[in-house]
């Protein structure tokens, strides 16, 4: 999968239902193409797989409960689950209200050292470069800070829309966002008994890195849409407690 991921970026995150959903794709259609991966699946959705990571303390999660400002996020994802598909380390952080991400893709054979707090190397990466390995060794202080550890598996099929081939405007739809504790890594692609997120809810992002488009705000009028938090990570560990999955 090509990495077009934008470094800084502001997302708006909305619930909708899954008939608006189809309405608002033929909206979002007349402006934006599927992306390159996304085009070629089934209801041109993708699965994507997070394995978050907290400290002994869960402090990511409670700086988003706490509604703290300037937060950020560790987790490995991955969409495929063949030896050879790269693995993304990443860092989501939110400062205000501007998202920063930073990540590196790593060979699957790597992470186990790494998500254990192992710096890396220009050997870890799939495509060796200076960026990535900056990125790397960044995340890794921050595994290292945390005494981060694997807690929770989150998996979702995820629809996107893009302008020209780019993510400078992206439009996403995540389905099916489902949630399951985790000590370890295993790059598994089916969960064992996991809990719904959002239930039958669409969680629709509208991502850009200028100014919020006029034509988003058309589509948020005509649909009614109302801003509102989608934390996967959060909420999923939310429901997890709730099951008697996860002590909090």
Do not use: C
Request: a positive charge.
């Amino acid at each position: 999968m090509k990495d077009l991921i934008q470094r800084q970026r502001f997302e708006y995150k909305y619930h909708v239902s899954r008939g608006q959903a189809l309405a608002i794709r033929d909206f979002v259609s007349g402006y934006l193409q599927p992306d390159s991966f996304g085009v070629t699946q089934p209801n041109l959705s993708y699965p994507v797989h997070s394995i978050y990571f907290d400290s002994p303390s869960l402090k990511t999660y409670q700086d988003t409960i706490n509604g703290e400002k300037n937060r950020f996020k560790l987790r490995i994802r991955y969409y495929e689950a063949g030896e050879d598909s790269p693995v993304f380390v990443e860092m989501k952080r939110r400062v205000n209200s501007v998202i920063i991400k930073s990540r590196a893709a790593v060979k699957r054979s790597s992470v186990p050292h790494i998500a254990k707090g192992y710096f890396g190397s220009y050997e870890d990466l799939v495509s060796p470069d200076d960026e990535s390995l900056y990125n790397l060794q960044k995340i890794s202080e921050y595994y290292n800070l945390l005494k981060a550890r694997p807690k929770v598996h989150v998996s979702y099929l995820r629809e996107a829309w893009v302008a020209d081939g780019t993510n400078k405007i992206r439009v996403t739809f995540d389905r099916n966002v489902q949630s399951e504790p985790v000590n370890d890594i295993t790059f598994k692609e089916q969960m064992i008994d996991p809990v719904d997120v959002f239930g039958n809810t669409v969680i629709l992002e509208l991502k850009f890195t200028d100014r919020f488009p006029d034509w988003f705000k058309s589509m948020v009028q005509i649909f009614g849409l109302r801003q509102s938090s989608a934390a996967k990570y959060v909420d999923g560990l939310i429901n997890l407690g709730r099951n008697h999955r996860i002590r909090l």
